[in-house]
């Protein structure tokens, strides 16, 4: 999916912002090297090597990873020399030279896209290469957000964008279909894009499916793969979890 839409992500998430400063705080308590899974194209990659962190980037999406590679480019040399990209899949993965992590992010709403086995998966991988006192964050929608979602599937306008490099005027539609039984929120993603004077419009189509979980469902997870929880945070002021939080937020580590 995201080899499809990797030209619109930076666009559409240029105001996402709020979590570096936590994450970069974090990882400077936690100490040694973070591993990133789902890095995407370095929204926080970049600021965590800037900050002096030796960081490993993981992501499935090449596209995506070669846009992380064109913005590592532009960074000094010793930003450079502190970030390490792999294209694998996080549920599946092999990292040369077997490294040692302090800290593993499994960044904004990256673990939405796996299903109950794929993220058991993903877990066990991760807590194989977490030092003895290594910590695991996740970050996530509130699922009584996203359980609240209409269930209308209508098509909803969520952003009209101007790509800086072409000019080109980006029109971004979004339709999402509830499934409650199942917890899963099947989305669609559209983007028209048109030329700044006109002419046809070009149509991107992708499709995705949030499986969201509620606390008790996450920590039970988390054991089972080999990790204990710490805390669940519903905001980056560290704010006590409850359905009425904007995020959910995940501190563990392992057992």
Same mark, same amino acid.
């Given at each position: 999916?995201?080899? %499809?839409?990797? !030209? =619109?992500?930076? /666009? +559409?998430?240029? $105001?996402? +912002?709020?979590?570096?400063? =936590? @994450?970069?705080?974090?990882? %400077? ?11 995407? $194209? ?6 965590? &090597?800037? &900050? ?16 992380? !590679?064109?913005?590592?480019? %532009? ?5 450079? %020399? ?10 599946? =993965? ?17 673990? /939405? ?42 098509? $909803?306008?969520?952003?009209?964008? +101007? ?5 080109? #005027?980006?029109?971004?539609?979004? $339709?999402?279909?509830?499934? +409650? ?21 070009? !149509? ?17 997870? /988390?054991?089972?793969?080999? =990790? ?18 904007? !995020? #959910?937020? @995940? ?5």
């Amino acid at each position: 999916m995201y080899d %499809q839409i990797a !030209r =619109f992500y930076d /666009l +559409t998430h240029a $105001s996402l +912002t709020a979590d570096l400063p =936590f @994450v970069v705080q974090l990882a %400077q308590q936690t100490g040694g090297p973070i591993l990133e899974l789902g890095c995407g $194209s370095g929204r926080l990659l970049l600021p965590l &090597a800037r &900050a002096g962190h030796g960081v490993t980037g993981l992501d499935l999406s090449g596209v995506m990873l070669d846009r992380a !590679r064109v913005r590592l480019a %532009q960074e000094a040399a010793a930003v450079q %020399q502190l970030i390490s990209l792999h294209q694998a899949d996080m549920t599946r =993965f092999t990292l040369p030279g077997a490294p040692t992590f302090g800290l593993a992010v499994i960044p904004y709403n990256t673990l /939405l896209h796996l299903d109950t086995t794929q993220a058991l998966a993903a877990l066990r991988q991760v807590r194989g290469y977490l030092g003895e006192n290594g910590r695991l964050f996740i970050d996530l929608d509130n699922p009584v957000d996203i359980a609240n979602t209409p269930e209308d599937a209508l098509l $909803s306008l969520e952003n009209v964008l +101007t790509d800086p490099e072409t000019g080109e #005027l980006i029109v971004h539609l979004a $339709s999402n279909r509830l499934d +409650t039984a199942e917890q899963t929120l099947h989305i669609t993603w559209i983007y028209d894009v048109s030329a700044a004077n006109g002419g046809p419009v070009h !149509r991107t189509v992708a499709h995705g499916t949030y499986h969201y979980r509620y606390p008790h469902q996450l920590e039970l997870l /988390l054991q089972e793969a080999g =990790f204990k929880l710490l805390h669940l945070w519903g905001g980056y002021d560290k704010s006590p979890y409850d359905e009425e939080s904007d !995020r #959910l937020l @995940v501190l563990a580590a392992k057992k």
